[in-house]
């Protein structure tokens, strides 16, 4: 994190807003499927809490629990060390594309 010398407080550097999210991402790694929550999410990121975190730079398949999951690529790009780590994603499909931009709009009307 970069930290502005002016105002001591740590400048952004995301540009999608965040919003909060309640839903659990189901992680494919090896022959196991991890589990961890998600807590917030943006155009092409998102925090999951898990316990024990994989490692920076770590890539995996993940499905997003929604009404009808959606299907992502993941990859670990910030760990919180006890709370989680943050993720970058993409989808490939349109349908999917169309989805993460609804979900993001109805979570958009609902922080208002």
Same mark, same amino acid.
């Given at each position: 994190?970069?930290?502005?010398?002016?105002?001591?407080?740590?400048?952004?550097? *995301?540009?999608?807003? $965040?919003?909060? #999210? &309640?839903?659990? +991402?189901? =992680? /494919?790694?090896?022959?196991?499927?991890?589990?961890?929550?998600?807590?917030?999410?943006?155009?092409?990121?998102?925090?999951?809490?898990?316990?024990?975190?994989?490692?920076?730079?770590? *890539?995996?398949?993940? $499905?997003?629990? #929604? &009404?009808?999951? +959606?299907? =992502? /690529?993941?990859?670990?790009?910030?760990?919180?060390?006890?709370?989680?780590?943050?993720?970058?994603?993409?989808?490939?499909?349109?349908?999917?594309?169309?989805?993460?931009?609804?979900?993001?709009?109805?979570?958009?009307?609902?922080?208002?």
């Amino acid at each position: 994190m970069v930290t502005n010398p002016q105002t001591g407080r740590r400048a952004e550097r *995301r540009h999608s807003p $965040r919003y909060p #999210l &309640d839903a659990e +991402l189901e =992680m /494919e790694w090896g022959s196991e499927t991890l589990r961890g929550e998600v807590r917030d999410i943006s155009a092409g990121g998102m925090f999951v809490s898990l316990a024990d975190p994989l490692w920076l730079g770590a *890539r995996f398949a993940a $499905r997003l629990v #929604l &009404d009808e999951p +959606l299907r =992502m /690529e993941c990859s670990v790009r910030r760990i919180e060390t006890g709370r989680g780590m943050g993720l970058i994603f993409a989808v490939h499909e349109d349908e999917s594309k169309s989805r993460i931009a609804s979900l993001l709009g109805s979570l958009a009307g609902n922080s208002r």
